[in-house]
């Protein structure tokens, strides 16, 4: 009877882990998030005003697109380190373009269809090539940046263009025109991952590459769209920092990469592929932006700033290795 009654007591405790484990996998992060804005509501001057809000959700659209483009790569089993190099390269090239005389469409979609082709590169090289991930991004992070400086000519190239600017610095109806491209992005990845063919083929090869491939899934196919795709956001990042910094500028987007991968992290997808929602990244993001605006408010010296975004990296693999290790 005895034993009976510890074996019962033994599975109400494992079903009560599971439903906290679950619980936190869902909504951890975002008590996390709460628990800061509540404290630097307290700690933060005028943290919780309208304006300091909406100037830090345009301060992290940018980073939020890249991560967009981020979580799928990532969902695949890869890693895309070209993104910050991607956002200098392309809006140097949209500016000169624009510069030109062209037509500001134009030119903010030649910006685009650079990160498209560098991220067509990057997948092509990884699923054709059978390069790793990590190198190919590598030497597109080096490479990139180094067109960058050589195209400008190591020097920012000023943006004349009022149409161009707005899309980065004017804002609608009171809300920065960033926001609105933002969620825009997010709004179409969650479609494209939740209801397409595509969206379930990521979440297969980052399952299991092999066995999606003996069932059907054209993986290489699906790389190079998942790398283009990633390329291509950051080439939308890179136009949108442009005309909001007036300028193409070579050293922009410098750690971009880093800040986007540790907020795809932070949002529960799993280093490892095949795990994790596109609605997490944008907590993840929120996370290191609301961080990041705290620190800035108390008047956080910058290079401590970097030290505390050096430790929420580290931390968010250790909760991506934690998770894993508890699904075990």
Same mark, same amino acid.
């Given at each position: 009877?005895?034993?009976?009654?510890?074996?019962?007591?033994?599975?109400?405790?494992?079903?009560?882990?599971?439903?906290?484990?679950?619980?936190?996998?869902?909504?951890?992060?975002?008590? !996390? +998030?709460?628990? %800061?804005?509540?404290?630097?509501?307290?700690?933060?001057?005028?943290?919780?005003?309208?304006?300091?809000?909406? =100037?830090?959700? @345009?301060?992290?659209? $940018? &980073?939020?697109?890249?991560?967009?483009?981020?979580? *799928?790569?990532?969902?695949?089993?890869? $890693?895309?380190?070209?993104?910050?190099?991607?956002?200098?390269?392309?809006?140097? $090239?949209?500016?000169?373009?624009?510069?030109?005389?062209?037509?500001?469409? *134009?030119?903010?979609?030649?910006? #685009?269809?650079?990160?498209?082709?560098?991220?067509?590169?990057?997948?092509?090289?990884?699923? @054709?090539?059978? %390069?790793?991930?990590? *190198?190919?991004?590598?030497?597109?992070?080096?490479?990139?940046?180094?067109?960058?400086?050589? &195209?400008?000519?190591?020097?920012?190239?000023?943006?004349?263009?009022?149409?161009? @600017?707005? !899309?980065?610095?004017?804002?609608?109806?009171?809300?920065?025109?960033?926001?609105?491209?933002?969620?825009?992005?997010?709004?179409?990845?969650?479609?494209?991952?939740?209801?397409?063919?595509?969206?379930?083929? $990521?979440?297969? !090869?980052? /399952?299991?590459?092999?066995?999606?491939? %003996?069932?059907?899934? @054209?993986?290489?196919?699906?790389? *190079? =769209?998942?790398?283009?795709?990633?390329?291509?956001?950051?080439?939308?990042?890179?136009?949108?920092?442009?005309?909001? %910094?007036?300028?193409?500028?070579?050293?922009?987007?410098?750690?971009?990469?880093?800040?986007?991968?540790?907020?795809? #992290?932070?949002?529960?997808?799993? +280093?490892? /592929?095949?795990?994790?929602?596109?609605?997490?990244?944008? &907590?993840?993001?929120?996370?290191?932006?609301?961080?990041?605006?705290?620190?800035?408010?108390?008047?956080?010296?910058?290079?401590?700033?970097?030290?505390?975004?050096?430790?929420?990296?580290?931390?968010?693999?250790? !909760?991506?290795?934690?998770?894993?290790?508890? +699904?075990?």
């Amino acid at each position: 009877m005895n034993g009976n009654t510890q074996t019962v007591s033994h599975i109400q405790s494992q079903k009560i882990g599971n439903m906290l484990h679950s619980l936190w996998n869902r909504l951890g992060m975002v008590m !996390i +998030l709460l628990l %800061l804005c509540i404290v630097l509501s307290f700690t933060a001057p005028n943290f919780l005003d309208t304006a300091n809000l909406l =100037n830090v959700l @345009k301060q992290v659209s $940018i &980073i939020a697109i890249l991560a967009a483009g981020m979580s *799928i790569v990532i969902l695949t089993g890869g $890693i895309d380190l070209s993104v910050g190099s991607t956002v200098a390269l392309s809006g140097v $090239i949209s500016v000169m373009v624009s510069s030109a005389g062209v037509n500001p469409f *134009i030119a903010m979609g030649s910006g #685009i269809a650079v990160g498209y082709a560098i991220g067509l590169i990057n997948g092509f090289l990884t699923a @054709k090539a059978k %390069l790793p991930a990590f *190198i190919v991004t590598l030497g597109s992070f080096t490479y990139v940046r180094g067109l960058a400086y050589v &195209i400008s000519g190591g020097y920012p190239i000023v943006l004349q263009n009022e149409t161009f @600017k707005f !899309i980065g610095g004017g804002s609608f109806i009171g809300i920065p025109m960033p926001i609105y491209l933002m969620i825009l992005v997010y709004a179409v990845m969650i479609a494209i991952l939740k209801y397409t063919m595509f969206g379930r083929h $990521i979440y297969a !090869i980052g /399952g299991n590459e092999e066995a999606a491939r %003996l069932t059907g899934v @054209k993986v290489d196919r699906s790389l *190079i =769209n998942v790398y283009s795709i990633s390329g291509l956001l950051a080439g939308l990042g890179g136009v949108v920092l442009a005309g909001r %910094l007036y300028s193409g500028q070579p050293t922009a987007g410098q750690m971009y990469e880093l800040d986007a991968i540790a907020a795809v #992290i932070l949002g529960g997808t799993s +280093l490892t /592929g095949g795990k994790g929602k596109i609605q997490g990244t944008i &907590i993840g993001v929120l996370i290191m932006g609301v961080i990041s605006n705290g620190l800035t408010l108390m008047d956080v010296n910058y290079y401590w700033q970097l030290v505390v975004k050096g430790g929420v990296i580290v931390a968010a693999v250790l !909760i991506d290795r934690l998770r894993g290790k508890s +699904l075990e």
